[in-house]
């Protein structure tokens, strides 16, 4: 929203309402779009994605099944 990129481990949503809602307080945007073109400000520090330190590999019991429902505004049931 805005043009604005923020890190998923940091953003927040601040309003129901307003368009730039999403802040990160701790440590702000991450980078921009301008006119097409992306822009980062900062990388962030910790590991991630790929190289995460979380591996499913080594947990001892399995996770739990979760059910995904797609849904959205003005779906016919």
Do not use: C
């Not at 805005?2 to 702000?28: M, P």
């Not at 400000?41 to 995904?68: A, C, G, N, W």
Request: aromatic share 10%; proline share 5%; charged share 20%.
């Amino acid at each position: 929203m805005d043009d604005t990129i923020f890190s998923a481990r940091e953003v927040i949503k601040t309003h129901t309402t307003h368009t730039s809602t999403f802040k990160a307080l701790n440590s702000g945007a991450i980078g921009s779009v301008y006119y097409g073109k992306v822009r980062y400000y900062m990388q962030p520090l910790r590991k991630h994605t790929t190289e995460s330190e979380f591996s499913i590999l080594e947990l001892k019991t399995p996770l739990p099944k979760v059910d995904i429902i797609y849904t959205h505004a003005g779906m016919t049931p």
